[in-house]
């Protein structure tokens, strides 16, 4: 799929502020890929769907989740996971995108994984820093991720989870795994 077909499916399904966003996330995610030796084409069309279901309602985002055998443990965390394994479905399923690397990338934007892929990683980061983001650390992620996409990840989870620890919010699990993993292999 084209880029322009790629932005005119995924503007239908956003906010005009959510497109704007994609945007930034879809320049980022290519210099990322381009600096780190990531496939910047997968980047580039992981980046663009990485929202795709972002604005779905939570019953239908339930549904898809009980049905398609998703973790069933991600209903009892912040409904702000949901979109990232639904729309990787939706992706697939409306979009015909059927690259497992870039519907994993987009699966896992929100709560990472161990052994997270280059794809993976680029992704993730390039949705946290990208240059509409606007909040504190994030400039300090924006210059580690000029240096090591993995400490910029480390990072960037660091601050997630201090982040829902000062709202009195539960993490995801897999969220804690992701950094232990990453800073298990930094250690190596």
Not at 2 to 11: D, G, P, S, T, Y
Not at 36 to 51: L, N, P, R, S
């Amino acid at each position: 799929m084209e880029r322009e077909e790629a932005l005119k499916i995924v503007k239908e399904q956003l906010t005009e502020h959510r497109y704007q966003h994609t945007l930034g996330v879809v320049e980022t995610a290519i210099q990322l890929a381009e600096k780190y030796g990531a496939d910047v084409v997968k980047a580039e069309m992981a980046a663009i769907f990485h929202d795709y279901a972002k604005f779905r309602s939570k019953e239908e985002m339930k549904e898809i989740i009980k049905e398609q055998g998703f973790p069933h443990d991600l209903l009892e965390f912040n409904g702000e996971l949901w979109h990232a394994p639904v729309g990787a479905y939706l992706v697939e399923k409306e979009a015909g995108i059927t690259d497992r690397e870039i519907l994993d990338a987009i699966r896992f934007h929100t709560s990472g994984r161990i052994n997270m892929t280059l794809l993976d990683k680029v992704v993730y980061l390039a949705d946290y820093i990208e240059p509409g983001r606007h909040f504190p650390g994030v400039d300090e992620v924006r210059e580690i991720a000029k240096e090591s996409l993995d400490k910029a990840l480390i990072k960037a989870i660091q601050n997630t989870i201090l982040f829902l620890m000062k709202k009195n919010q539960t993490v995801y699990p897999d969220t804690f795994h992701t950094y232990n993993d990453l800073v298990q292999k930094l250690e190596d």
